[in-house]
């Protein structure tokens, strides 16, 4: 799908349509640009797009060949940013991540969105209803709105990973967890990586900005980034490594949980086994095939080697107790 904002000072539209041709035609030179390119996986409709808007062929293979996250500082054509949006959505136990691309050029913003974005498909929804006021400004300053969005976005994306991490706690304090517990931990830190990789990718944009022969932010918006997403992007990086911390410790106490529950499993057996070895001993001696054994001649044998037996038992068990092995 195909979503088109233009403006400028006295105009506002939204367009959507899964044609290209479509959309192009309706694009105007005069007006500022953001293209949404939603679930598009279309490489000659991309390679129109990337035509029309003058741009290097070559950033085709980068949009369908995922190319490295973080800000592509090779070419001047554009500003090339490959992004991974940790989202809270969770399929298979897994947070999801939003892939695509950001490109900005003189008077226009292309997302290739290989998953939807949420928040930008709200942040349109504002500049539609005019709840933002964009008009006046240059894609730019869209460009700040969106990475905004995006950092805003993580707030509620690590108030859920919170959420989610105070009920392994529980379980994990509680000794009440197993292996599915740790592996839940697992899949968690591990699917949060790409939040690690987004962060480092804005980081560097706002690293780059302030080179004197980067063209594509202007100064006042330049004083946005780093007057606000700068301390914004320290926060929640600080935020991160705090819940990777905690994710780290809950393994750590888990791993512990279970290797105690398995060492006493251990214990038990190795009692167990402690108990019946002088029953095997006893049971083998007198299973012997010898012709003269006394014992077998009296009456009373019998019942008292099984009254040894038991008393061995007894006392075993007794002593386990008291040593506090069961």
């Known amino acids: 799908m195909l979503i088109l904002l233009s403006y400028s000072q006295n105009h506002l539209e939204l367009f959507t349509s899964w044609d290209v041709d479509t959309v192009?035609?309706?694009?105007?030179?005069?007006?500022?640009?953001?293209?949404?390119?939603?679930?598009?996986?279309?490489?000659?409709?991309?390679?129109?797009?990337?035509?029309?808007?003058?741009?290097?062929p070559s950033r085709v293979d980068m949009i369908f060949n995922h190319s490295p996250t973080g800000i592509d500082e090779d070419m001047e054509d554009c500003l090339f940013d490959?992004?991974?949006?940790?989202?809270?959505?969770?399929?298979?136990?897994?947070?999801?991540?939003?892939?695509?691309?950001?490109?900005?050029?003189?008077?226009?913003?292309?997302?290739?969105?290989?998953?939807?974005?949420?928040?930008l498909s709200i942040l349109s929804n504002n500049?539609?209803?005019?709840?933002?006021?964009?008009?006046?400004?240059?894609v730019d300053y869209l460009l700040y709105l969106i990475f905004k969005n995006i950092l805003n976005n993580y707030h509620s994306v690590f108030d859920y990973i919170s959420r989610q991490l105070d009920d392994l706690e529980d379980e994990v304090l509680a000794n009440a967890g197993d292996e599915t517990t740790y592996k839940k931990i697992a899949t968690m830190r591990q699917s949060t990586r790409?939040?690690?990789?987004?962060?480092?990718?804005?980081?560097?944009l706002l690293a780059i900005i302030n080179y004197e022969d980067f063209q594509w932010i202007t100064q006042p918006v330049k004083a946005l980034f780093n007057q606000e997403l700068a301390h914004q992007v320290d926060n929640l990086w600080q935020e991160y490594?705090?819940?990777?911390?905690?994710?780290?410790?809950l393994m750590e106490i888990q791993r512990d949980n279970i290797a105690s529950k398995t060492s006493e499993r251990i214990n038990r057996l190795t009692i167990l086994s402690t108990i019946f070895l002088p029953l095997t001993f006893i049971t083998g001696f007198y299973g012997m095939n010898f012709k003269y054994?006394?014992?077998?001649?009296?009456?009373?044998?019998?019942?008292?080697?099984?009254?040894?037996?038991i008393l061995i038992v007894i006392t075993s068990i007794a002593y386990a107790r008291q040593q506090r092995w069961l």
Not at 194 to 203: C, L, P, T, V
Request: glycine share 6%.
């Open 194 to 204: 790409s939040g690690r990789r987004n962060f480092q990718s804005i980081k560097s």
């Open 24 to 56: 192009l035609k309706r694009i105007d030179g005069s007006h500022q640009v953001w293209l949404r390119c939603i679930h598009f996986r279309d490489r000659t409709g991309t390679a129109r797009i990337v035509n029309h808007f003058g741009l290097n």
């Open 241 to 249: 490594q705090a819940l990777r911390g905690w994710m780290s410790e």
């Open 293 to 309: 054994m006394p014992e077998l001649e009296q009456p009373l044998a019998y019942p008292i080697v099984i009254s040894v037996i």
């Open 127 to 138: 500049i539609q209803k005019r709840t933002i006021d964009i008009q006046e400004s240059g």
């Open 82 to 119: 490959s992004y991974e949006i940790l989202t809270h959505q969770i399929k298979n136990r897994e947070f999801q991540v939003a892939h695509g691309s950001i490109i900005v050029g003189t008077n226009f913003i292309i997302t290739f969105e290989i998953t939807e974005v949420k928040v």
